[in-house]
């Protein structure tokens, strides 16, 4: 019997059955779900949140060093953080099989760029692997331990959003038999390695490593020629290394042959199933031989895949001419549409939603403890220098509170640096914000920097207890592990003390004039400020019960139709019209009676 | 009148057919079309589906698109090859109208969800006469009062169940198929009322 499982649910069990003792990772979609799922259902796999991708992959690479077979997950930007440790994991290679998940994102749903995360394993000179559904998904986790073990070398298996949130039927049965060998639990058989050229990279055993990697990058190659998913398909119809099947590609020159990898080989299946195709799935090193024998047969050979021309570029240094990107565009996904106008020029008339309708943007949630933050800041006309997570949603409107956003923890670092070239007066208007998850991933050092170099940013951590925006995943500060453990709550104001910031403030994030005072008073200052509004998370429903009062209602005989309230940008709040007057309504299926709206009801219309 | 729901019924052998689900975050979507491709899973069926869901739980629309049939290949539908849509708030199901086979049947939900950018400007306003907009271009969609169904199964989130229970009649899956995939993937709790709705739904006209 076939499952039917999303990408993501596949690689957590390929990672289990291919005897994974070791997975960590930082939330991030599209790859949350993958430690999701080893947590909670392969319990006997140890599995973390880290407070960072860095720390995951370093803390995955010892457990690797240590015999055990690790895993690191994270979605693509992450890998930026993490690329420090893998570009030396190449040289040192591994001791049990390590596998980094790199989930892209392309089309950008939810992140803040769509990097393509296949030219780290070019970088870094190791293997990757491009599944194309989730069948694969689950057979390439398990050949990545493999492959990453028989050739001394850290792993990347790339997934895209539409891989890892997309379902589809996995055999598992049929991916049992395991290609090159070993798949006894791995925990097992740790020890403590003792090889000091190969786990200590000083410039001495380092550049001896650099040749191995030379070489192991030319077996890879070798390998990368043999490998079964890398596949021609319908023409020729016998398997590419047999005799009569080159001969006969050669005989009969074809006129179009596609080169595809990841979803795009999907699509290009959808539009054109019997066309002949080269489907490649380790993508690098490239199957040189593979390919060139491919192009040989045809006139045209596009190359369809999605973001860079990562592929076509390296066909092309061959001496291969194909055509990529200049049929295809190199940013957002990719679709079956697109490729039928690209490849056959069938560009449907893409038909507009003639009707004006009113958008449906993400918002944060009625009874949010971020609603009054942002209103104030707002209000006071602050620059805010912002971070990742659902506060990033006040850069837009009802909110309209956000000034710049870049990666995780760059927000603290922003404020500081424009603080250092700016006229006293403006240093007085900016302040920083960020989440108590990213503050703990990546904004400690930024804080550090401020006070070892005599700033005097404010910066405001919205701690709601949890890692909201990617699904209210636990961490450091949060009391519990990734697998529901109580654990230690790192203390966040503390931290802030001990890195030595004098003027450490709580305020209650409900209460607004409260917020107007301190921010005030902290901007002015000559120290650095850090400001804590620490309430958790409306959606966490264990610890919400605290702040969630009888909804609220509005007297309609009452309401001037002033829409005053409507500035808190709480979508609870309802504008209706009604004989051509306009008023507000409260949802009460939504509503958590946080009272904010009442604050800013001058005629007193709203009450429970 | 010859409506292509109709040919799928007699003929999901030869054809892929493509469903768009269409809601709000909260509404119960995903869970929605799980169970379907699961029932298309065990009527021996390929399936693949494809959830955007990113924003959801910030009270961003939901979109997910199942296909089923011999051999399914995207996960995503064409433009323009959408057999059904089941819309579980009317603004949604207009969002997805360009999306549509010319002839694709609609099952849509009677629900406004108040979208929060109307506070905001108020040029753009919820369509008043959102079922009839629909009915305009499309001659075989159906009006469904979910929450009166939901509630009258004794839950008001069963309204996903309620559209599911509506489409069943227009897919070849046995009802006793649908119910094993229901008892299996709601809480034991709430397996009456789930099982209510659907056959609410099925029932309902």
């Known amino acids: 019997m076939k499952e039917f499982l999303s990408g993501n649910e596949a690689i957590a ?215 079964t998913y890398n596949r021609y398909e319908n023409n020729p119809p016998s398997p590419p290394f047999s005799k009569g099947g080159m001969g006969e590609l050669k005989n009969k020159k074809g006129k179009i042959g596609i080169i595809t990898s990841g979803i795009a080989y999907q699509y290009v299946k959808e539009v054109c199933r019997d066309m002949p195709i080269l489907k490649l799935s380790m993508t690098y090193p490239l199957p040189v031989n593979l390919i060139k024998k491919f192009a040989k047969g045809f006139k045209k050979v596009y190359v369809v895949e999605e973001l860079d021309p990562f592929l076509e570029n390296e066909i092309k240094a061959l001496g291969i001419n194909v055509i990529g990107k200049e049929k295809l565009p190199s940013f957002g996904e990719l679709n079956p549409d697109i490729i039928e106008g690209a ?202 019960k605290v702040h969630r009062q009888p909804s609220l209602t509005v007297d309609l005989s009452a309401c001037n139709g002033c829409m005053a309230c409507l500035k808190i940008g709480c979508p609870a709040l309802e504008r209706i019209e009604k004989d051509n007057l306009s008023f507000v309504t409260i949802n009460t299926m939504l509503c958590n009676g946080c009272r904010l709206c009442v604050d800013l009801c001058s005629i007193g219309a709203i009450s429970s | 009148m010859q409506y292509r729901s109709n040919f799928i019924l007699k003929n999901a052998d030869s054809k892929t057919v493509n469903l768009l689900f269409a809601g709000v975050g909260g509404q119960g979507v ?41 051999k399914v290949f995207s996960p995503i539908i064409k433009d323009r090859e959408v057999d059904f849509l089941i819309g579980f708030e009317i603004l949604e199901a207009l969002r997805c109208l360009n999306m549509l086979a010319k002839d694709a049947k609609i099952i849509v939900n009677n629900q406004k969800i108040h979208p929060i950018s109307i506070n905001f400007n108020g040029k753009v306003k919820y369509p008043e006469n959102g079922f009839e907009l629909i009915k305009k271009d499309f001659k075989d969609a159906e009006l469904i009062q979910g929450i009166t169904l939901a509630e009258s199964a004794g839950d008001n989130k069963t309204v996903n169940l309620v559209l599911l229970g509506r489409l069943s009649n227009y897919l070849p899956f046995e009802q006793n198929v649908w119910e094993g995939i229901i008892k299996r993937s709601v809480p034991p709790s709430t397996v009456e009322r789930n099982i209510h709705a659907f056959r609410l739904g099925k029932r309902s006209k």
Not at chain 1, 30 to 38: H, Q, V
Request: hydrophobic content about 40%.
């Open chain 1, 343 to 544: 490849l056959f020029g069938k560009r449907k008339r893409i038909r507009k939603n003639e009707l004006m309708l009113p958008v449906r943007t993400p918002i944060m949630c009625a009874g949010c403890p971020y609603l009054g933050i942002f209103y104030t800041l707002k209000k006071l006309g602050l620059f805010v220098a912002g971070d990742i997570g659902c506060y990033t949603l006040a850069a837009l409107s009802p909110y309209n509170a956000i000034d710049s956003t870049l990666c995780m923890g760059a927000g603290i670092c922003q404020a500081f640096g424009m603080e250092k070239v700016l006229k006293e007066e403006e240093r007085k208007k900016i302040v920083a914000v960020i989440g108590d998850s990213t503050f703990l991933h990546s904004g400690i050092t930024g804080l550090m920097d401020i006070v070892y170099n005599k700033g005097i940013t404010t910066v405001i951590i919205l701690d709601n207890s949890t890692t909201a925006m990617t699904g209210r995943q636990d961490h450091p500060s949060s009391g519990f592990t990734l697998k529901g453990e109580e654990t230690k709550e790192i203390n966040i104001a503390e931290i802030c003390r001990v890195i030595g910031v004098e003027r450490v403030r709580h305020i209650n994030p409900f209460n607004l004039s409260e917020i107007e005072n301190v921010i005030s008073e902290e901007i002015n200052q000559k120290l650095p400020s850090v400001i804590i509004s620490k309430s958790p998370c409306v959606l966490l429903k264990h610890k919400a």
């Open chain 1, 13 to 227: 069990k390929g990672a289990y059955d291919a005897g994974v003792g070791y997975a960590a990772g930082y939330p991030g979609t599209p790859s949350t779900e993958i430690l999701e799922n080893i947590a909670k259902r392969y319990i006997d796999i140890y599995a973390e949140w880290s407070p960072n991708e860095k720390v995951a992959l370093e803390a995955a690479s010892g457990a690797s060093m240590a015999g055990a077979r690790a895993l690191a997950s994270m979605k693509h930007v992450g890998l930026n953080l993490a690329a420090d440790p893998l570009m030396t994991l190449s040289y040192t290679g591994v001791n049990g099989g390590l596998v980094i998940i790199s989930a892209d994102d392309p089309g950008i749903h939810s992140s803040q760029n769509e990097q393509d995360n296949r030219h780290y394993a070019r970088f870094a000179k190791i293997p990757l692997l491009e599944p194309s559904d989730s069948q694969e998904a689950y057979d390439f986790t398990r050949l990545a331990f493999e492959i990453s073990e028989r050739f001394d070398t850290p792993v990347i298996l790339r997934t895209t959003t539409r891989i890892s949130h997309s379902k589809t039927l996995v055999s598992i049965k049929k991916a049992a038999t395991c290609l090159y060998g070993r798949q006894e639990r791995a925990l097992n058989k740790t020890a403590i390695p003792n090889n000091i050229e190969k786990f200590v990279m000083i410039p001495s055993y380092a550049r001896e490593r650099h040749r191995i990697i030379e070489k192991r990058l030319k077996r890879l190659q070798n390998f990368s020629d043999r490998f």
């Open chain 2, 30 to 70: 995903l869970l929605a079309s799980d169970i379907l491709s699961e029932a298309a899973h065990i009527a021996g069926y390929d399936v693949k589906k494809s959830d955007i869901h990113g924003m959801a739980q910030r009270g961003g629309s939901v979109i997910s698109q199942v296909r089923f049939g011999k």
